[in-house]
């Protein structure tokens, strides 16, 4: 498969329309690629929070229909990162959409675990309760979103859902690059699976982003690290892999913990 992650710059001066158009552009180019992956709330930045609710759109928004145009132009498989979601019955969510080459919607994710320590985020969206998994002709996509990547529990999860290939679109912060690489690195090894993390650059709301965008393969082994600026990282990757890797060295047939068992009494 070759898969294509676009590390959007967001910054200030450039309107919410216009970067839509702008990334739209972006999915175009990439016809050719199997899978598209955009970061997490590129349209207002993750850490722009006073724009969430001015921002927010109805799943079947702006930003959808110019994702589903866009993969169906390029007929590509789109990961289209995430936007701000405004549930007519409920809170707000941060809700990934993945589109396939027609254009039609594949899945919807709304995140689970939302960052900010009771302020930002985790205050201000909801938090989602399903665990998402794609099927696509090579591989079996499990769905995560930036912060989701410290919890293991999903991972093991999305695994047991079948997933091969862990897609994980993020707004990380500069400052705490050296956990986004060792996180991601470990997602795959523990899980023998491939993990796609597609970051953002620029500075939302004066937070500098961690861009380095990365590719993981079953093995822990880095097959493609974007640098720290706006840019298309492209990867050759053999789904296959995770099936060979997962029968080789079967260590996820050793788990003990966190198996379904009876909870043994004091």
């Given at each position: 498969m070759r898969a294509s992650l676009l590390q959007v710059a967001v910054n200030e001066g450039e309107t919410v329309e216009s970067r839509r158009r702008r990334v739209a552009a972006m999915v175009r180019d990439q016809a050719g690629a199997d899978l598209v992956v955009l970061p997490e709330l590129w349209t207002t930045g993750?850490?722009?929070?006073?724009?969430?609710?001015?921002?927010?759109?109805?799943?079947?928004?702006?930003?959808?229909?110019?994702?589903?145009?866009?993969?169906?132009?390029?007929?590509?498989?789109?990961?289209?990162?995430?936007?701000?979601?405004?549930?007519?019955?409920?809170?707000l969510y941060n809700t990934s959409l993945?589109?396939?080459?027609?254009?039609?919607?594949?899945?919807?994710?709304?995140?689970?675990?939302r960052f900010g320590f009771d302020q930002g985020e985790a205050v201000l969206m909801g938090a989602g309760d399903e665990l998402v998994t794609v099927r696509l002709p090579h591989t079996v996509l499990g769905v995560a979103?930036?912060?989701?990547?410290?919890?293991?529990?999903?991972?093991?999860?999305?695994?047991?859902?079948?997933?091969?290939?862990?897609?994980?679109?993020?707004?990380?912060?500069?400052?705490?690059?050296?956990?986004?690489?060792?996180?991601?690195?470990?997602?795959a090894v523990e899980n023998q699976a491939?993990?796609?993390?597609?970051?953002?650059?620029?500075?939302h709301a004066g937070v500098p982003q961690a861009g380095h965008s990365i590719v993981v393969d079953p093995w822990g082994e880095v097959l493609a690290e974007a640098g720290p600026g706006e840019e298309v990282l492209d990867v050759d990757f053999d789904p296959a892999t995770v099936a060979g890797t997962r029968e080789r060295f079967p260590a996820l047939k050793d788990r003990v913990?966190?198996?379904a068992r009876p909870a043994r009494r004091p």
């Open positions: 993750a850490f722009a929070y006073e724009e969430f609710a001015g921002e927010a759109e109805p799943l079947e928004g702006p930003t959808y229909e110019a994702m589903a145009k866009a993969a169906s132009e390029a007929g590509v498989w789109l990961h289209a990162g995430s936007v701000p979601e405004r549930d007519p019955d409920g809170p993945v589109f396939s080459p027609s254009g039609d919607l594949a899945a919807a994710y709304r995140k689970i675990h979103t930036c912060y989701d990547l410290r919890f293991p529990e999903l991972f093991r999860g999305l695994v047991d859902a079948g997933a091969e290939t862990f897609v994980v679109p993020a707004g990380w912060p500069e400052r705490r690059r050296s956990h986004w690489t060792l996180l991601a690195r470990a997602r491939f993990v796609l993390a597609c970051g953002t650059a620029g500075t913990l966190g198996l």
